[in-house]
């Protein structure tokens, strides 16, 4: 690993540990050459592989950025936007594959969302499906109902009015 701060070629590893429950490594180094110290921290990549067969790295944030996009207008926090993602990621990591298809990390978003905010979900679905009637939305709001029966409509939920 390259000093940052010297552009040195190498460093070495003085101390390294576990975080994030065994899924990342931080390692702290020096620079043999400065002195300075510096941290890494190594964690095994998570590839997506796009309809197009291109690969790319899982970013938490991209999953972010697609739910807010559902949850414009809803009473959805970025604290809850966070921890979805976070959902996200451990479901697709605890399925032990190095690459995951895009569209499985759409599956894992859709059951969290549907928790998190129904009308957010239907919007994510309607794009992530590919609803393409009127038809489509009603055999996913009557899914949702039958998902809801056990409590009454909006009883949790303050309803409001866009
Ligand atoms: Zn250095």
Do not use: W
Request: proline share 6%.
């Amino acid at each position: 690993m390259r000093c940052p701060f010297c552009h040195h070629a190498d460093s070495r590893v003085i101390d390294s540990r576990d975080v994030e429950d065994g899924k990342a490594t931080r390692r702290r180094r020096s620079c043999p050459e400065c002195g300075r110290r510096f941290t890494t921290v190594e964690e095994a990549v998570l590839a997506v592989v796009k309809r197009s067969g291109v690969t790319e790295p899982f970013i938490r944030d991209k999953v972010v950025n697609g739910v807010r996009r559902a949850c414009q207008g809803r009473p959805v926090g970025e604290d809850a936007l966070q921890h979805l993602a976070h959902r996200v990621e451990e479901s697709i990591r605890a399925g032990g594959a190095a690459e995951v298809p895009s569209h499985e990390v759409g599956l894992a978003i859709l059951g969290p969302l549907r928790e998190l905010d129904e009308v957010a979900y239907l919007r994510f679905a309607s794009v992530y499906r590919s609803f393409s009637s009127i038809d489509d939305f009603e055999k996913e709001i009557a899914d949702l109902r039958d998902a809801g029966a056990g409590q009454p409509p909006g009883a949790s939920k303050p309803s409001d009015t866009e």
